[in-house]
């Protein structure tokens, strides 16, 4: 018999998740998705943590900052799972909320999983257009939206940051808001899955590519193979006691600094993964360092 108070902590936060679904977030396509086709309604589950799976349809909420504090830059976040789910609480909703408070408009996106390649790509550059189509109402600068991603989702980030220039002319050709450019001006890749080769996250890369891919996806979609210096700046953050390896970090970092990118990277020595806001020990001063990275640039006062 299932426990009772589990039971209604679940229910409590499916009741809530609803009514954040229905009352905030907003589709990011006019009409039925590109790629992989939507689910049917009621498709959709979530856990206990708020994790979700069988997105229904690719949404993104808005957090915008209070006018006295807004700093004109906007960031896109891609929350972690492997391809499989959404953690979109503690890598999502908080970080947006983290973002705003500190005037930055923080952009939470439920991007298709489990879905095949491209169609979590193609919701992630839709939300970097949204921003763009939005900038005025919203009091966003459109050559400062930025995008960070966890885990799995900074898989995706990375992918935005690195291959912008990709082009898929069958699905994006929808409106106005598909011509608008989908390269991020700065990247937050946090604890991300980065390789889909030999110290990749197999279980994101199956979700991904499939069991059956070719070793020309695994080359492609590895994405510090696909860092050039048109490459935005870019925020790095792993632990080298991480399950998803750490080198996933560094040889992103290696290739910024092969081709004259501006990258900073963080690498603790504890502190495992999926911590989001939360880690313990050294660890807790993260999102300090973030902070001030982005003062730096220009992107929070």
Known sequence: MPDPIHFMKSLLLLIALAGIASAQYKNLWPSEAPGDPQRAAGSETANDKGHLSQIEAPQYQTYLPDKDKATGAAVVILPGGGYGIVAIQHEGH???????????????????????????????????????????????????????????????????????????????????????????????????????????????????????????????????????????????????????DCRNSLSFAAACKANKVPVTLHLFETGGHGYGLHGKGELAKWPMLLEGWLKAKGHMK
């Open 94 to 244: 908080e970080l947006a909320k983290w973002f705003a408070e500190r005037g930055v408009v923080g952009v939470v996106v439920k991007y298709r999983v489990p879905n095949r390649f491209p169609t979590p790509f193609l919701d992630a550059r839709r939300a970097i257009r949204t921003v763009r189509a939005n900038a005025a109402g919203w009091g966003v600068d459109p050559k400062k939206v930025g995008i960070m991603g966890f885990s799995a989702g900074g898989h995706l980030a990375s992918l935005c940051t690195t291959r912008f220039n990709d082009t898929f002319p069958e699905q994006e050709n929808r409106d106005e808001i598909d011509k608008l450019s989908a390269r991020p001006d700065f990247s937050m890749l946090i604890y991300p899955v980065i390789s889909m080769g030999e110290f990749g996250h197999v279980g994101s890369r199956n979700s991904l590519l499939g069991q059956d891919a070719t070793p020309e996806q695994i080359e492609k979609y590895s994405t510090e193979k696909a860092v050039t210096p048109e490459t935005p700046p870019v925020f790095l953050l792993s632990t080298a006691d991480d399950g998803v």
